[in-house]
C-alpha cells in the first residue's frame, strides 16, 4: 500500500480567490458573501473542525462535508487546530483538499486555510498512546520540552515545541503553505500562571518562531485565537490588551509583520466584542470595543460558536431580515458575518445536511449596517 506524501504548493492568492468568487457567483452565491482582506476574496463563512469523534466515520464526514462546502462556492475559508480530534481534522481536511484538487474543481490558490497550535496531542491515528505518553516519548525524552513547559490546561508556549507544531501541521494538511496560524488560547491557559509581562515575553518568542516560518514561506501570516482576553474588563487578570499585542508583533517582525488576525467569540448571546468598550488604541481619547480597536489597528477578525455549541438554534428572530432565510443556523451565520468589523464566523460541521443548511446563507446579501443595529437592539 502506498502513503500518498503530496504536498500542495502555493497558498491563497489574489488571483485565485478573485477565480474562486468568479466560480461561486455562476453556482448562485451572492456577490457579497465575499469580503476583501488583504487582497483576497475570503468567504464570510468558514468552515471549523471542532467537534467530534476519533473515528474513520466523522473523518469521512468532516471530509464530505467541506467537499460540498467548498465545491459549491459557498466556503473557500477553513479553520483547523492540530489538537482538533488529536490531528485527525487536520488530516481529514488534507485528504478532502487532495480530492477537491484531484478533480479540478479548486486549486490550492483558491483556498484560505487556518490552523492553530499550542494546546498538547497526541495523534489520533495512534488511539492506544494516550496524550502523557505521547508527550514523554516525543517531546520531553528528545528534550524538544521540559514539565515547566506545560500549563495546568497543556498548552504549550515553547518555540521548539510551536516550530514542531507547524511542521505537523503543513504534513498532516498536505500544503507546502499555510495561510494563516494561530497561537491557541495562551492568554487564557497562562493568566494565572505568569505576570503580564512574562507572558508578552513568550508571545514574543511565539511570533518570532512564526516570522521565521514567513521567511522560509511556510506560513504566511499569524494571529491569536481566544476566548475572552480581549473582551475582559482590564481589572481581570486574563485581560490583554490588543495594542499591546501589535506592539509586540512590530518589535519582532518591523512594520510589515505577519501579525493580521485574531479569532473569539461572537453570537447573538456574546456581543461583547462590538459591544463592550474596554480597548485602549493610540490617538484615541477614550476606550473602544475590540473590533473597532481591531479596525484601527489594522486587524482582521474571524469569530467562533456562531450558534453558541446549539443553545441558539431554538431563538427567535422577530426580524424578517433574517427571517427570510429558511434555516435557523443561517439565520444565525446571517446576523454575525454582517456585523462591522467580521470577516467570517466559522461554524463546525461535519454532517452533509447541516452543511447544506448552513451554507444557505451564501445566497443571500449581507445585512444593511442598520439591519444589524436593529438585532443588536441599540
Known sequence: MSIDTKLHKG??????????REYAITNGVDPSHFKEVENLFLSSIGMGSYLGNQSQ?????????????VGTGSVNVIDTALNYRAMLSEKSIGKALNSLTDRGIIRRENIFICTKNGYATNDGEYQKVDLESYLKAMYIDKGIIQDKDISPSYNIMNPDYISNCIN?????????????VYIHNSRESWFDQVDTNTYLEMLSKVFQVYENFRRDGKIRYYGMATWNCFTSNQNDPKYLSLWDVVSVAHKVGGPKNGFKFIQLP?????????????????????????????????????????????RLLTEQFSDESVN????????????????????????????????KQNTAVSKYKLLEKSDVIRLLNL
Do not use: W
Open 57 to 69: 466515520v466523522d473523518d469521512e464526514n468532516i471530509k464530505k462535508s467541506l467537499e460540498y462546502s
Open 11 to 20: 497558498y491563497a492568492t489574489e488571483e485565485g480567490t478573485t477565480a474562486y
Open 168 to 180: 505537523k501541521s503543513l504534513c498532516n494538511l498536505r500544503i507546502e503553505t499555510i495561510d494563516l
Open 324 to 355: 427570510m432565510i429558511p434555516f435557523q443556523s443561517a439565520r444565525l451565520l446571517q446576523f454575525v458575518r454582517s456585523v462591522p468589523g467580521i470577516v467570517a464566523p466559522l461554524i463546525g460541521q461535519k454532517q452533509l445536511e447541516h452543511s
Open 266 to 310: 461572537f453570537n447573538y448571546y456574546m456581543k461583547e466584542p462590538y459591544l463592550f468598550n474596554n480597548q485602549v488604541v493610540p490617538d484615541s481619547k477614550n476606550q473602544v470595543s475590540l473590533l473597532e480597536a481591531a479596525t484601527r489597528l489594522g486587524i482582521h477578525v474571524f469569530t467562533s460558536v456562531p450558534l453558541f455549541q446549539g
